[in-house]
């Protein structure tokens, strides 16, 4: 792929708005740029706790899979071929569609709280030293990403927090587009009530108008 390729990749990392767009096109783009069969984005405090079969726990197993330990250990990226002699991860892991796999961790106020990885058949090429290069930089822009975007929520709920829960009522009228009159009656109250809590909202907002109010409530959301 082209360098300009992955550029725009980082772009649209920066454009997007909340995880499932992260887990939707991004992803997607990143699967085709890394020609990988699959592609998955996990964190560790929400990886499921259903009963897992034999396989997987072995898989998720620090002490038995050596590419989950070296991330782990290094938070750094990692192919099979960084830790194992090749064709020696078919020991480690029978599935066909997992001949070769790369991970990148995703980093937030120092600690390990993801990561990212992608795999390739068995008559696929191995990832190489280019692929843990371009992994390394997108691993940046995604632990980057995730600071943002969990810097704006705490924001934005510090924001929600001054409002009252009609006030709360009120802005998510707006948002959907409505006026002050259809809003007074949605809520069966007088049309000037609108009118003088959108006043006091905006005072405690710190904003001057619908449109102000609506971005700074609910940008990150959309």
Request: hydrophobic letters at 40%; a positive charge; charged letters at 25%.
């Amino acid at each position: 792929m082209m360098a300009n390729t992955l550029q725009l990749i980082f772009e649209e990392i920066a454009l997007t708005r909340n995880e499932q767009q992260l887990r939707g096109n991004v992803m997607v783009q990143l699967g085709k740029y890394f020609d990988a069969k699959r592609r998955g984005l996990f964190f560790f405090d929400r990886l499921p706790h259903k009963k897992k079969s034999a396989i997987v726990e072995l898989a998720i197993s620090v002490e038995y899979n050596p590419v989950l330990r070296y991330l782990i250990e290094h938070h750094a990226p990692v192919h099979e071929e960084v830790v194992l002699q090749p064709g020696k991860w078919n020991i480690f892991c029978p599935r066909f569609d997992h001949g070769h796999v790369m991970a990148g961790p995703i980093i937030g106020n120092g600690k390990l709280i993801g990561g990212i990885g992608f795999t390739r058949t068995r008559e696929s090429s191995a990832f190489n030293t280019r692929d843990l290069a371009d992994l390394s930089a997108v691993c940046l822009h995604l632990s980057t990403w995730l600071t943002t975007i969990k810097s704006q929520t705490k924001k934005i709920e510090l924001d929600i927090n001054r409002l009252t829960p009609r006030e709360i009522q009120i802005a998510e009228l707006v948002a959907q587009g409505l006026t002050n009159a259809q809003i007074g009656a949605y809520l069966w109250i007088q049309e000037n009530s609108v009118k003088q809590a959108l006043k006091r909202m905006f005072r405690k907002l710190e904003v001057s108008s619908r449109a102000e109010m609506v971005a700074k409530l609910y940008s990150v959301k959309s």
